[in-house]
């Protein structure tokens, strides 16, 4: 499968704890962005990433919340002393190239915060 | 109609119909559209994309329509099958900026 890939695909966690996800892109994308996503809503912009560089991120990631992609292929988002409004889909997606070009997402992480 | 909280739009179908989904967005700068379709437990499938120089664009079975005068998409889907049974969202991105900004989705409901 040569898809965005990510693990785990669940994580149950008690609040408190620090919590990290891995995301794959596909082969050879350059950009690669997370979002978050509640039971009903759209996914939600979190952060993005061209090769290593991070050039933005929400004002929904708090400080708890760190993404990293050291060497410009898989990345991984990690989040500390979890809430329970942390609850929510986890999504990755990696495009081929700068701006305006489709975004192909990964299954995705699901996140409960006991 | 309008959704509140957790409910989304519903659109229910009779397959074989055509299916015609709306979307309003929010920035008149938008310069690039995309429409997912998301099953349960999965994540976002690309399904057709459209740039704002176009007002209509074909795929398979699907036609995004573009209205930039009052901010409006709509995906068109022919002769809809159970399996296109999904939550379907449009998203929008300006000046490249490469995040997607979502709407709010309806849920397509096709009935055998």
């Known amino acids: 499968d040569t898809g965005v890939s990510q693990d785990p695909r669940h994580k149950i966690t008690k609040r408190g704890q620090n919590v990290t996800f891995r995301c794959d892109p596909i082969s050879e994308h350059n950009r690669l962005y997370w979002y978050r996503q509640t039971l009903g809503q759209g996914p939600e912009f979190l952060t993005y990433?061209?090769?290593?560089?991070?050039?933005?991120k929400s004002r929904l990631l708090s400080d708890r919340f760190s993404a990293e992609r050291p060497k410009g292929s898989f990345s991984t988002l990690e989040i500390q002393r979890t809430e329970q409004g942390d609850s929510a889909m986890y999504l990755c997606?990696?495009?081929?190239?700068?701006?305006?070009?489709?975004?192909?997402f990964g299954a995705g992480t699901r996140l409960s915060v006991l | 109609g309008e959704s509140v909280g957790l409910h989304l739009p519903t659109l229910s179908v009779q397959e074989g119909d055509n299916s015609i989904i709306n979307c309003a967005y929010s920035?008149?700068?938008?310069?690039?559209f995309i429409w997912y379709k998301q099953e349960s437990g999965k994540g976002p499938q690309f399904i057709i994309d459209i740039r704002s120089n176009m007002d209509k664009r074909q795929g398979q079975r699907v036609t995004v329509l573009l209205n930039k005068t009052v901010k409006h998409l709509s995906l068109q889907i022919a002769a809809t099958q159970p399996g296109d049974s999904a939550v379907y969202f449009c998203?929008?991105?300006?000046?490249?900026?490469?995040?997607?900004?979502f709407g709010q989705g309806t849920e397509l409901s096709v009935k055998p």
């Open positions: 920035n008149s700068a938008s310069d690039y």
């Open positions: 998203a929008e991105t300006y000046n490249q900026g490469g995040k997607l900004i």
């Open positions: 997606a990696s495009s081929p190239r700068t701006g305006g070009s489709i975004q192909y």
């Open positions: 990433f061209q090769n290593e560089a991070q050039l933005e």
